[in-house]
T-cell receptor, first 111, second 113 residues
Framework: DAGVIQSPRHEVTEMGQEVTLRCKPISGHDYLFWYRQTMMRGLELLIYFNNNVPIDDSGMPEDRFSAKMPNASFSTLKIQPSEPRDSAVYFC?????????FGPGTRLTVL | GNSVTQMEGPVTLSEEAFLTINCTYTATGYPSLFWYVQYPGEGLQLLLKATKADDKGSNKGFEATYRKETTSFHLEKGSVQVSDSAVYFCALSDDGGAQKLVFGQGTRLTINP
């Protein structure tokens, strides 16, 4: 299996622009998680899905952030409008049976 | 709520030294415990796990034993290599079946030749 795939790997954008991060989970996994990692706050869980349904989005920082999972093999995390404080590495992870497998991450820089 | 506390970093050792990274947890129920490793510029990789008390997880020379009596899951390796330089995260699962992980803050390990 190719593992969890994320795109793009790097994104540089200007404040106010819309940013869309993409994730393809491991085939057959029934949970999908979005995390954000920064030096100041460490690793934060933003939202997770079970069988494509959002279960807990209490970690989403504000309404500028939204996530969707239209099918079992694809999820997006959107930030609109983006702000410099959103600069971070965003990870997607999927799991089956309780062990999470992480993608390589998207490094987002908002200027 | 559930929480994980890790040894403060950074930790710097010489090659072939013995490694211990402490991890203690607070949880209700019977969570599974994990160690993840993050190499520079990469995502987190599962290093080892243990699902019940007294289980020992092991991989790549690393070991950790699930100690319910001391609520600990310390990571050990007998002889570290330069290639072990990374950030190590201890985590526990949400026992409620939600499959969420609660992570410690991470410990940065640097091994000098």
């Amino acid at each position: 299996d190719a593992g969890v795939i994320q795109s793009p790997r790097h994104e540089v954008t200007e404040m106010g622009q819309e940013v869309t991060l993409r994730c393809k989970p491991i085939s057959g996994h029934d949970y999908l998680f979005w995390y954000r990692q920064t030096m100041m706050r460490g690793l934060e869980l933003l939202i997770y899905f079970n069988n494509n349904v959002p279960i807990d989005d209490s970690g989403m920082p504000e309404d500028r952030f939204s996530a969707k999972m239209p099918n079992a093999s694809f999820s997006t995390l959107k930030i609109q409008p983006s702000e410099p404080r959103d600069s971070a590495v965003y990870f997607c992870a999927s799991s089956l049976g309780g062990t999470q497998y992480f993608g390589p991450g998207t490094r987002l820089t908002v200027l | 709520g559930n929480s994980v506390t890790q040894m403060e970093g950074p930790v710097t050792l010489s090659e072939e030294a013995f490694l211990t990274i402490n991890c203690t947890y607070t949880a209700t129920g019977y969570p599974s415990l994990f160690w993840y490793v993050q190499y520079p510029g990469e995502g987190l990789q599962l290093l080892l796990k243990a699902t019940k008390a007294d289980d020992k997880g092991s991989n790549k020379g690393f070991e950790a034993t699930y100690r319910k009596e001391t609520t600990s899951f310390h990571l050990e390796k007998g002889s570290v290599q330069v290639s072990d330089s990374a950030v190590y995260f201890c985590a526990l699962s949400d026992d409620g079946g939600a499959q969420k992980l609660v992570f410690g803050q991470g410990t940065r390990l640097t091994i000098n030749p």
